[in-house]
Every structure is written in C-alpha cells, then in structure tokens.
C-alpha cells in the first residue's frame, strides 16, 4: 500500500544534489552516483568567473583574436551537464501495508528486496540548476503486482517515479551577492520541483506532489552542505476505495470520492551533503541526505488514521572506480550505503504495520556526459 512521501525520490531521494533531498517513494533516495555531479554543479554554481554575462564567461581570460573566434565552437546554453544511468539493489526495504498473517493471528511485517534502475539527468546554466530523475524499481514478490480483480499477480509490483528539480539563483539573476553571508552561505536560491508515480499494485498509486521553498548552500572548505526549506503538497490516489477489501466498512461513507486523496501543505526540511575523503588517498566520498516531513493530513481506509511526521537518511560510500583504475574521473562509479526510514510515508505505526526501513543499498553508475 502506497501513502505517499515527499521524494524516493529523493524520494531520493531523494536523490542528492543541490538540497534535492530524498527522493522520493524508493527514488527514495536519489542514487549515490549523482553526489560527484552534485559536487560539480555546485562548483560551476559558485565560481567567480560565471558572472551574468553568461556561462561563457570562463572563458574571459584567454587571448581572443579573430581567427580564434571564427574556429570556435557556438556557444553551449548550459554551463555544466551530465547524464548518468544507475542500477542499484536496495534491501530489505518496508512497504506500510504489507504483513503475513502468522498463526493466532499475529500480524508479522514483510520485507521487500528491491532492484532499481535510474536515468538521472542534471544541468546549470545561467541563472540556476535543473535536474530529471527516473527510476524504475522493481519489487520481489512479497510486493506483488495487482489490480481490483488480483490484488496478488504472483510476481513483485512495478513502480515508475519521477523527480523534477529546479534551483533560480537571485545572485545570478541579478549579478549581485547580496543573497549570501560571508562565511556561512554563499548562495541562497528559490527550490521548486515536482513528484509523478505510479505502480502497478490493488492500492493504484498516483502520486502528483509539488514543492517550493528556499534554499541555502553553505560555504565549505570542500564538497558541499545544502539546506532545503519548503512547502510540500500532495495528490495521491487511494485505489481500494469502494473495492471488496473496505466496501460497506462505514455506511455512507464516499467511496467513490475518496480515491483521489488531497493531503494537506505541509513544510518540509531536506539537508543534502557531499563530503570528499581526501585522508583516505582514495577517490572517495561520503555522500547523504536527511529529509524531515511534518504530517500532512489524513490516511487510511475511511481517511481515519493521521500522518506522523515523517524522517528519511541515506548515506553513501560513493568511490570513483574510473580515476582509480584507469585515471578517467567521473566516468565510472560503485557505491554502497545504509537507509533508514521512520514513519515511511508518513504512516502511523499504531495504526499501519511495517512503516519502518532499514535498507542496506549497492550500485554501480555509469556517466553518458
């Protein structure tokens, strides 16, 4: 059963660049391999030399004649872009709803194994960030694929989440650095992003979810420190409404209306970091992020259970294996990593079983640039 989250996608989230945050549902989390483009991108971002006359501005310094102009290549729009496709295996992971029943009736939690595939894609440019992220998870079969007529298919659900992400820079726009404490944050931007699920299981979710907030990148020596305040708000879709599981559970109840479920706005905290661990002699990274998501409205069969607030944290041992092995850095990445999830979703414990995760998490990341 799906009751939504902010985003597996971070989630991720989910996912983690720029103070995306956990992405969302099991994007839950973004993919480690994104934190060296994170990285990079926040470097382009806060470099001195990308004025607002434009990403070419790098190139002020060097000597410029007119057989070198007419050689050079047009102009690109972004000043930094990467595509990266990911596969990861995460488990075991929780999904609130789903228990076997043991004898004498005890319920018991079910923990799913799942396997990810994403196609994350992240640019700069001028004025600001953009980043696209999509995952396809598949789960085992204690997560079974269903529908109103099966609600158990015999093999594990598909889920499709995609994350949209956007960062504007007022720094940027208005070629300034007002929007900036000396030694503690050295840019503060608008956040704004989007959330779209769906999957194939009998609770059908289709989660539209929209945010928009503030956010504070902060001066360190290396990596980067991210801090998200925003405002989150949820659509989702609650497909047992009216089915045989909860049909005539409370009389008069409306059914029918409440298979399009509108959650409350509701503020949300994402803190994202990357952290290079040059002591190591290694090309490797400690990367994560923390969402925090206080409740959000109501949940439930009849809209009866009230949603907890909700914590998400991953962190990741993220090691660069193209510069180790052959000296071609942000080409080839492995990364492993440990999620802990409270109140998945923002579901009561009290009230939901198996809201809690704790998921170990492996991958490799191959960069297209």
Not at 46 to 75: D, F, H, I, K
Not at 253 to 277: G, N
Not at 292 to 303: Q, V, W
């Amino acid at each position: 059963m799906r009751m939504g989250l902010p985003g597996t996608g971070f989630l991720v989230a989910a996912s983690v660049l720029l103070g995306i945050g956990a992405a969302r549902s099991d994007t839950e989390a973004g993919t480690p391999a994104q934190t060296r483009v994170a990285q990079a991108l926040n470097q382009t971002l806060n470099t001195t030399q990308w004025a607002s006359t434009g990403p070419n501005r790098q190139e002020a310094g060097v000597p410029v004649a007119a057989a070198t102009v007419m050689a050079a290549p047009p102009p690109s729009f972004f000043s930094f872009s990467d595509t990266v496709v990911s596969y990861r295996f995460q488990g075991p992971s929780a999904e609130p709803g789903i228990f076997r029943e043991r004898p004498g009736g005890r319920r018991e939690p079910v923990e799913v194994p799942k396997n990810v595939v994403n196609l994350f894609h992240a640019n700069s440019w001028a004025y600001g960030t953009n980043l696209i992220s999509l995952d396809l998870l598949r789960s085992g079969s204690q997560d079974p694929a269903g529908d109103k007529a099966n609600t158990d298919k015999g093999f594990g659900a598909t889920e499709v989440y995609l994350i949209y992400r956007g960062v504007l820079s007022p720094n940027k726009i208005f070629d300034t650095d007002v929007f900036a404490i000396p030694g503690l944050v050295k840019d503060i931007g608008l956040s704004f992003g989007a959330d779209i699920n769906t999957k194939d299981t009998t609770f059908d979710s289709e989660k539209r979810a929209g945010t928009f907030g503030v956010s504070f990148a902060f001066d360190v020596p290396a990596g980067f420190v991210n801090l998200k305040i925003q405002g989150y708000k949820e659509f989702s879709r609650n497909g047992l409404a009216g089915s045989p599981i909860q049909r005539d559970q409370k009389p008069g109840f409306d059914y029918s209306h409440f298979r399009s479920v509108e959650y409350k706005m509701t503020p949300e905290f994402e803190l994202t970091y990357t952290i290079p661990l040059a002591f190591t002699g290694l090309p490797l990274a400690l990367a994560g992020f923390n969402t925090l998501i206080l409740p959000k409205g109501r949940y439930g069969f009849t809209n009866d259970n009230q949603t907890q607030v909700e914590f998400v944290s991953q962190t990741n041992l993220v090691l660069d294996i193209g510069q180790l092995l052959d000296n071609a850095p942000n080409r080839v990445e492995v990364f492993a990593g440990f999620q802990y999830w409270h109140n998945k979703f923002g579901g009561d414990p009290r009230k939901t079983l198996n809201t809690e995760e704790k998921a170990l998490i492996a991958g490799i990341a191959y960069h297209l640039k």
